[in-house]
């Protein structure tokens, strides 16, 4: 049966290079709710937002907080084309009788999705790229409005 989910995305929150011990750091950390929801790694350059590292989790506060301690992933973010690195959360508002598990999982999903077929390159699973297939389109201008010229879909 399809869900009509609906959810609500928080502010960005800054990352900063860490003084000692860690690679990254959130300042703001309490800006970060505890609740359940999605969660992005993202770079900003000028107008361009690039995400870098896609997750769920039922605790968002305490799972971004584990992120920053994972040298793997932390040294991914840190070799990404320059930009500014936030963290952003997107947070379920559930409806009566949703499994709180599958829409997390099924936003997570649909966001990986969505990046890999923008042609975002994602540190998935311990800061590596997850395996995709590449599919080149050629055409003309009206299959263009059906599917980009070039996608990137993960392999499942």
């Given at each position: 049966?399809?869900?009509?989910?609906?959810a609500?995305?928080?502010?960005?929150?800054?990352?900063?290079?860490?003084?000692?011990?860690?690679?990254?750091?959130?300042?703001d950390?309490?800006?970060?709710?505890?609740?359940?929801?999605?969660y992005?790694?993202?770079?900003q350059?000028?107008d361009r937002?690039s995400p870098?590292y896609?997750?769920?989790?039922k605790?968002?506060r305490?799972?971004v907080k584990?992120?920053?301690?994972?040298?793997?992933?932390?040294?991914?973010?840190?070799?990404?084309e320059?930009?500014?690195?936030?963290v952003?959360?997107c947070?379920?508002?559930?409806?009566s009788?949703?499994d709180?598990?599958?829409?997390?999982?099924?936003?997570?999903?649909?966001?990986?999705?969505?990046?890999?077929?923008?042609?975002?390159?994602?540190?998935q699973?311990q800061?590596?790229?997850?395996?995709?297939?590449?599919?080149?389109?050629?055409?003309n201008?009206?299959?263009?409005?059906?599917?980009?010229?070039?996608?990137r879909?993960?392999?499942?």
């Open positions: 049966m399809p869900l009509n989910i609906e609500r995305w928080d502010k960005p929150v800054p990352l900063s290079v860490a003084a000692s011990g860690a690679i990254y750091e959130c300042t950390l309490d800006a970060i709710s505890q609740e359940p929801g999605v992005i790694f993202f770079r350059h000028g937002v870098l896609i997750g769920r989790s605790n968002l305490q799972r584990q992120h920053l301690n994972s040298v793997r992933l932390m040294q991914a973010i840190y070799e990404a320059s930009g500014s690195r936030y952003i959360c947070r379920p508002v559930p409806k009788g949703q709180l598990d599958r829409v997390l999982r099924i936003m997570e999903r649909s966001l990986l999705d969505h990046a890999m077929s923008e042609g975002h390159d994602l540190r699973k800061g590596l790229k997850p395996p995709h297939h590449t599919i080149s389109f050629r055409g201008r009206t299959s263009e409005k059906i599917a980009r010229r070039f996608m879909i993960r392999v499942r």
